[in-house]
């Protein structure tokens, strides 16, 4: 293995050892001991570098290559330091340590930017501890709102206010934003699904994150006997859900990439063998880039559920939770990426996120985009999530021209 | 309400007393304490009406009134005093108080009958306790194997044996027939459907007991991100089991009555809005009166089923863990049934039983059928179960009228 490959699998190493877990696999939640930890060691490794390093109010971290105009000019990268519960060793983390990589090898081969460049290790984007997601990128611009989480508890019961200021943070004074001097973003992640793979790409260079909507759906139909009532006198909502799924699966697929449609929970009653089902609560999640797109497809699916439970005569409620509209990512900074790649012969292609991440808060507000790498059988949130380390170097590597291409 | 209303009411509530529940309905568990008494309190009973009463070894109990020939041939009726946690009123046991008040009206009307008439108050058939069914019925032949029960237990972790012994009950001593003398078994019991209460007919005159096959299917995809993974990447379980239970239906509708088939429990995993699912466990239950249709049927479903699943790339499991042949009902004894209610002006009607009863252990080794009565909204197993008194009255005297037919 080649040094630069080598201090890849290093600094993997070493930042997960932070809060490694005993499934194998990485557990290290928002304010939690090894959290703490991870962002102080964090802190001494980008001050060796010769950064400025401090953490905000609470507890993002920054760290800062002052450039040589000495202007008020910075370009950032950075991704978030929490991870999901027994999560893998990249989510999150390779934006932090591939972007450490990434300046390293800039100061060596080039020395100081005229820009400055800026790394930030956000405190949260999980939600894996306390219910609110985002906390970390949406602290930068003071939108995170101290209502929702003022009350909200993790699983033991300990307070997210308290568990803040056990760290030693605190909510941030003003809704000011912290990183007005940034005029660029842009974040390294693994992809968490296997498009890359199967088609034998090392970088993606993301247009643009998915929008998506979430519903809760409920079925009331009559729970029967499964012998003694005739088909004809069933109200059996598996029934009334399946023909939901086989239609709205075969609509989504004439519609075509990029909508994906998942049914992922599917809880009936009395569920057992020899009683028709007679209450039923299921999920569905769709996700499109194009919001009309988006919008009209699940109207015409809410339409397409309400037929089915009809035409069956069970009672259907339809609970629409989520409904997040795509964020476009920045052309021009995708172009930086994109020339990026086909000036160092890094085979990339172009396309969207299907996954939420701190870009989709940062681009609205700052000219931002993404590089992806692959996840090896599209595995993530899991301790079997990986990336070949030649697939992470290209995305470092990439990060780096990028890099030199906005701030050198 | 007339007299015969009122007692039919008044002998329901007193059995129903043995066992009554806190959630309103009756809990009366296979050699539980209240089963115990409910027997006992029979069996003084059935005495008190003139019968010889007694206790084979496993607690069925036979209430004898000894006809007039003093010969060896014996009508017989009867059905189960066990019933399910949480049960209803009627299930199982209108068989005996509906038997008891038949034979009792039959005493008071036409005094001693030619042949002996027989009541039995069967020790078991629902399998709430322990997991085992038709304790009861298959005891009368000597079917029911030892080791089948020699080693099981109920939730609290009692042994069967032990529980048996408790009540002061033990296995039979060989495997001869305890009722050598029957030449011929009605049972009388609630629809637990709503086909006779769907189409007003009071009545229904039993030629068989659907055959039936259960099956627990087991399908093995990918679980992957909702939002990362492409359509035509999946190989999602739910997907899968929608169009395993929708053309099934659709092809069981097809076929009509008296076919049912049921899809009532599905767990997926790993159940969760936002992850395709990879695993899904799911049962189908399927019940014809005709063997031949049934297997036809149920075979071409699993050739349906392991098609869905490799279409989606998705291994699946078949397991048909109880296959039960068809039991028709002897057709003398139905029309003597029938022939009753012409005779009587009850309105009948010939169907089949979708559920399983002691009749269907009885009727291959002594000429047997049932009587139906409505079941309210076809509820049972549950304390709603209901019948009006005035069905309630119809079922008895019809059941009345056969024994008549049959032993005077």
Redesign the interface.
């Known amino acids: 293995m080649s040094e630069l490959l080598q201090e890849i699998e290093d600094i993997r190493s070493w930042i997960s050892s932070f809060g490694s877990d005993d499934l194998g696999g990485v557990s290290r939640l928002l304010y939690s001991e090894s959290w703490l930890e991870v962002q102080k060691a964090l802190k001494k490794k980008f001050e060796e570098l010769g950064m400025e390093a401090s953490f905000d109010e609470i507890g993002n971290l920054y760290g800062k290559i002052i450039g040589t105009d000495n202007g008020n000019e910075t370009i950032a990268t950075g991704s978030h330091v929490d991870t999901v519960v027994n999560g893998g060793q990249l989510d999150g983390q390779l934006g932090i340590i591939g972007g450490y990589l990434a300046i390293k090898r800039l100061l060596e081969a080039h020395g100081k930017p005229k820009k400055n460049i800026e790394i930030i290790s956000l405190a949260e984007e999980e939600g894996s501890r306390f219910p609110y997601v985002f906390w970390g990128s949406k602290n930068l611009f003071g939108i995170a709102d101290k209502k929702d989480v003022e009350n909200i508890e993790d699983a033991n019961g300990i307070g997210f206010v308290d568990a803040m200021h056990q760290c030693g943070f605190d909510f941030k004074k003003d809704n000011s934003c912290s990183i007005p001097d940034v005029k660029a973003f842009v974040e390294l992640h693994i992809?968490?699904?296997?498009?890359l793979e199967?088609e034998g790409i090392s970088v993606g260079v993301i247009s643009g994150i998915?929008g998506?909507r979430?519903y809760n759906i409920k079925l009331k139909g009559e729970a029967?006997?499964?012998?003694?009532?005739?088909?004809?006198?069933r109200k059996?909502v598996?029934?009334v859900?399946?023909?939901?799924?086989?239609e709205s699966?075969e609509k989504?697929?004439k519609v075509g990439?990029?909508?994906?449609?998942?049914?992922?929970?599917?809880?009936?009653k009395?569920?057992?063998?020899?009683?028709?089902?007679g209450d039923a609560m299921f999920?569905m999640?769709c996700?499109h880039t194009d919001k009309e797109v988006l919008c009209k497809f699940t109207e015409e699916i809410e339409e397409l559920m309400k037929q089915a439970a009809e035409e069956s005569s069970v009672e259907i409620e339809i609970d629409r939770w989520m409904d997040e509209d795509p964020v476009p990512m920045d052309s021009n900074i995708t172009s930086v990426i994109e020339n990026a790649c086909k000036k160092n012969n890094i085979d990339y292609k172009i396309m969207h996120?299907?996954?939420?991440h701190d870009s989709q808060i940062i681009a609205p507000r700052i000219p931002t985009a993404m590089i992806f790498v692959p996840s090896i059988k599209?595995i993530?949130?899991n301790p079997a999530e990986d990336t070949k380390t030649e697939d992470l170097n290209k995305g470092i590597e990439t990060l780096k021209a990028s890099l030199y291409e906005l701030a050198y």
């Open positions: 992809e968490q699904g296997n498009t199967m998915v998506q979430r029967n006997h499964a012998g003694t009532t005739l088909m004809k006198y059996d598996t029934q859900f399946a023909k939901i799924v086989t699966i989504a697929k990439d990029p909508l994906v449609l998942t049914f992922g929970k599917i809880l009936v009395p569920n057992t063998v020899n009683v028709v089902p999920t999640d996700r996120s299907g996954a939420g599209g993530s949130h």
